[in-house]
């Protein structure tokens, strides 16, 4: 059987073609479309027209792929950007217009599907919190080898907070602050689940923590590896640096993709936080996330 994913993200739209007939999923097709479905008005919950258009755009092209590939099962699943527009169900009528049936998933739904995408990678040998920063949401899944010990999805997503707070260059200390504060705000829940069973790695999947890896190796694109240690102290050098640079300077940074180059200062900032603040001392990456926890779910 061939199935195709398509994860609607609020900054990127994700196409997977994979032959599911074999023991192993083996993947046919991949692409990933930087759409920025919440672009402008995410934090008024509104998709606005050029967004919607180039979203509604981008899964025709999708579907054109897929029936070249004779796939029989389309699984599309939408997250927070679909999920909190007052729009986001005119989005989903449209795409059923072009073939496409689309889940629009809570934010339990999709920290339990990059728990999957995570776990396959069979990175989780001890206790560990997984951190997926998208553009709308951030989840936060606490694990270990034996399976979810809590979950949680956030709405402190790069696009939200950087739309909210990062109009500066660089980013201001009084930009820096207000976003610490709101992170002190909102992650109580997380900080005494974690106080309570002490996580000893933090797991970023994908996004964001493939840009940190990009850069951690001189620029060069990590492919063809499912998770891989990061030198942490090296990681905080680069947080540093992204955090004090201005966006003229990101842009000329080896190993830093042009849609991440502002967010990227959000994700360093979330991620500085959980270090600090849970106190882990190991980072790693997945590249598996929630579009392969979706496909190991079929």
């Not at 059923?96 to 629009?104: A, P």
Request: glycine share 8%.
């Amino acid at each position: 059987m061939r199935a195709a994913v398509i994860d609607l993200g609020t900054n990127t739209f994700h196409l997977i073609i994979a032959d599911l007939s074999g023991q192993e999923k083996k993947i046919l097709y991949k692409t990933t479309v930087p759409v920025l479905l919440g672009q402008g008005r995410i934090n008024e919950n509104m998709i606005i027209p050029e967004a919607f258009e180039r979203g509604i755009n981008t899964l025709k092209n999708f579907k054109s792929i897929i029936d070249a590939h004779a796939t029989t099962l389309i699984k599309a699943t939408a997250t927070s950007a679909v999920r909190s527009a007052v729009n986001g169900q005119d989005f989903v009528d449209s795409a059923k217009e072009i073939g496409i049936h689309i889940d629009i998933i809570t934010g339990e739904e999709e920290a339990a599907y990059i728990f999957n995408g995570v776990r396959a990678t069979g990175i989780i040998q001890q206790t560990s919190l997984v951190m997926d920063i998208g553009g709308g949401s951030t989840e936060f899944i606490l694990c270990n080898k034996e399976g979810q010990i809590w979950k949680k999805s956030y709405n402190i997503g790069a696009a939200r907070l950087m739309q909210a707070y990062f109009h500066s260059d660089p980013m201001s200390q009084g930009e820096q602050q207000s976003i610490i504060d709101l992170l002190d705000n909102t992650l109580q829940e997380l900080k005494t689940v974690c106080a309570a069973h002490h996580p000893e790695m933090l797991i970023g999947s994908a996004g964001a923590f493939e840009s940190f890896a990009a850069m951690l190796n001189d620029g060069e694109e990590i492919t063809g590896i499912a998770a891989m240690p990061l030198d942490l102290t090296r990681y905080k050098v680069l947080a540093s640096q992204l955090i004090a640079s201005t966006h003229e300077e990101r842009t000329h940074m080896k190993g830093l993709i042009s849609l991440r180059v502002d967010m990227i200062v959000i994700a360093a900032i979330l991620t500085n936080y959980i270090l600090e603040e849970i106190r882990i001392n190991a980072l790693s990456l997945s590249t598996y996330d929630l579009k392969m926890g979706i496909l190991y779910s079929l």
